[in-house]
């Protein structure tokens, strides 16, 4: 069984800055992407930033410039630096990782963090 466990969210001043991290634990064969999503209260989830295990970096345009996605593949864990808060950046945050459980057969799971919650007041 795999797991992803976040940490780090909060409230937060417009403005501030939070770090949030995931870390994946449990049997598997490797993690290919990680990534981070999130979702509003009354929209749908959306794509906040991703990664591959070769270091290659995607954002949001709402998001580029502002926040930073990188992993550690030796720890098998993913962060999400965001500076310069805004209120619209409020949401909960899931952690995402496609997790290799098998190489052969090839077997890979999409696996979901419990979801943080991060709160930026105006």
């Known amino acids: 069984q795999v797991q992803l466990v976040e940490s780090g969210g909060g409230l937060v001043q417009a403005g501030g800055s939070l770090r949030l991290s995931c870390a994946a634990s449990?049997?598997?064969?490797?993690?290919?992407?990680m990534g981070w999503y999130r979702q509003a209260p009354g929209k749908q989830r959306e794509v906040v930033a991703t990664?591959?295990?070769?270091?290659?970096?995607n954002y949001a345009d709402s998001v580029k410039g502002q926040f930073t996605i990188s992993r550690d593949n030796a720890r098998n864990t993913v962060t999400l630096q965001m500076n310069s808060l805004k209120p619209e950046d409020t949401a909960v945050y899931y952690c995402?990782?496609?997790?290799?459980?098998?190489?052969?057969?090839?077997?890979?799971?999409?696996?979901w963090g419990q979801g943080s919650l991060v709160t930026v007041s105006s």
């Open positions: 995402n990782a496609l997790v290799v459980v098998s190489s052969t057969p090839y077997r890979s799971l999409s696996v």
């Open positions: 449990g049997s598997f064969f490797s993690i290919s992407s």
């Open positions: 990664i591959t295990n070769g270091g290659s970096t």
